[in-house]
Structure formats: C-alpha cells, structure tokens
C-alpha cells in the first residue's frame, strides 16, 4: 500500500482487490502505460457492491486503446484559450485555473485524459501568475478550479488558494469542480470543509457524480458536511452508454442528488476524448431521455443536457442548439450563433 488509505494504482493491484479478472492483466497493462490508473479502496468496495456501473467508470477497459477518427487529444480546446500556464479563460467573465492535474480517482472517459495524472502541482511562481492574471483582469467574474481535482489538494494548500482569491475585488464566485465526495468522502472533513470558508466570495462546489449507487452513506455524510457549512451544492454528470443511459436510471441518479441537497446542474454529453467511444450515447438519444424525464421527474431534480462544440467553440445547451442532418451529424450552434458540426457517435 502506498499511502494510509490504500489507493490502487496498478492492473496488479485492481485484480487482488477483484475489480478485474486475472486474464486480463497484460491489457490491463497496455492501457495503464498510456493513461492514469487510481482507485481508493473504500470507492473499490463500492464499486464491487454496484457492479456494472461504477466498474465501467472506473476500471480500465482494453477499449479504451481504440480511438476513433473523430476523437482528439483536446477534445474542448482547452489549450487554444489558456493565456497563461493553470488557466483556460475561453467566457469573459469566468475562467477556469487547474492548481493540479493530480484526482483522487481516473474516470476511464475522462475529456482531460491526456492531461491529467501528472504528479506534480503547479509551482509556486506559476500559481502566482495565475493568480495574476485573475488580479489584472477586471472581466472576469467567477474562478472555477478544476483540474485535476483540487480537493485533491492539502487544506492548507486549498486555504490559502481561496485566502488569494479573496483578496481580489471583482471576483465574487468560487467554484469548485471536484470528484472528490465520490471517490474519497473521508477527504472532506472539518478541516477541508474550514479551509472552503470564505466570508468574502460565494462558494459553490460541483460535484461530479453519475450514478446514484455513487451517493453511497458516507459519500452522502461529505456532501452534507459542506451543506451545513453553507455551501450550496451543484452535480455534473456524464451521459455513458451502459452507466446511466436509461430513464430510470437518470432519473434514480437526479432524486439521490436533489435529496442529498446537490442541485443536479449539467448533464453532459461525452467529449471526444480518445478510446472513449464505447461510452459514447448518440445524441439523439440523449435528447430522448431528457425529453422523457421532463414532466417525470420534478424541475428541482432535472439539470440542463450540454455539450461542448469539439475545437473550442463553447458549450451551449444541446436541446436548443441542435439541428439534425439526418446522417448522424448535427450542426450546433455556438454561443455567437456559428454553425459547426457535430460528429455521429461511431
Ligand atoms: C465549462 C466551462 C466553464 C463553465 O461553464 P458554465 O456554463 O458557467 O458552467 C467555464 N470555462 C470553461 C473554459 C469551460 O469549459
Ligand atoms: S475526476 Fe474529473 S478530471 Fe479527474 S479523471 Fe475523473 S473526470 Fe477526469
């Protein structure tokens, strides 16, 4: 074990834990040298219980070697809209800053899959930059961080990240994307919790979660720990073909969250990151199954489905930017109203 918790890290260690069948090591070990590979061992015993759907989000597939034309390494255009190193600044009055590429653990469809699971945190003076660039940019409104995970991050480091931003006027809004409340609850204790305080700004914390076998107790006890801290709770959720690709079981997923006081935010479509195409739901339907839970399920429970135009072009809702060619592919429509077209899934 190489930390206190016990996190699997290895195709080796993920068969002893009995996440995966011994003959599938040696493509198990292709897939781990190309991308990271982390599982906490209390999120193994989950995903043991669950089955099928956590084990797809999280443990390696041989699939995940196959990519498809329409896949690419910067699947959104992250690094066309990064002015500086930690900062992707593509909407003027938010910008995104990645203080680590490091999670707790390696969803296997990740869209940043071919950035993150580098070990190392941004360095003092990069950060500094970063915080820099916010300082002297009077537009911009709101600092999401993501990354990586940034709950991945120490408190203290985390404090002092939040202490920064404070200081800065004509940012009012911190937001925090995390995997963390699913894959490592016990991270977020009283003292992480303490360090997320801020008197000065609104503090939101997204969590990503896509089935509510995820919403285990303890995962549950996290999230609450933050709520009664009075910090309101958002999701993100991923569509995944064989994960959540039903009604049911969105509609299971969205209940759990707005019952654990998570309001459900974005559904997203998948990026076209590589080797992900065996995750990958047609849009059409996905449009099905949020025209299905409509009316079902109660608004509070039902987040808006998004995608992210392949290149860089934004994100925009996909209901209402959408319209189909008939082949497969649709031609979306960015936040300025330019056509671009949206591959088929394969
Ligand atoms: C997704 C994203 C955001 C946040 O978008 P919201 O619609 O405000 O949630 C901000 N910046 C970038 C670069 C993004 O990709
Ligand atoms: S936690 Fe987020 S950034 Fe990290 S692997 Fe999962 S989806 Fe990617």
Known sequence: MENPLGTLRTPKDLIAAGLAAPAA???LEAVAARYAVAVPSPLARTILTAGAPLVRQFVPDARELDVHPAERADP?????????????????????LMPTLTCAVYCRFCFRRETVGSSEAMSPADLDAALGYIRNTPA???VILTGGDPLVLSPRRIGALIAALDTIDHVKVIRIHSRVPVADPARIDDTLVAALKTTRKALYVAVHCNHATELTPEVI??????ADAGIPLLSQSVLLASVNDTADALENLFRALAAARIKPYYLHQLDYAPGTSHFRVPLEQGLALVRALRGRVSGLALPTYMLDIPGGAGKVPAGEYLSPEGDGTFIVRDPQGNPHAYPPAP
């Open 25 to 27: 090591l040696a493509a």
């Open 76 to 96: 959104i255009g992250d690094a066309r809209h990064s002015p500086v190193k930690g900062i992707v600044h593509r909407y003027p009055d938010r910008v995104l």
């Open 140 to 142: 911009i409104w709101e």
């Open 221 to 226: 006890a996290g999230c609450a720990r933050m």
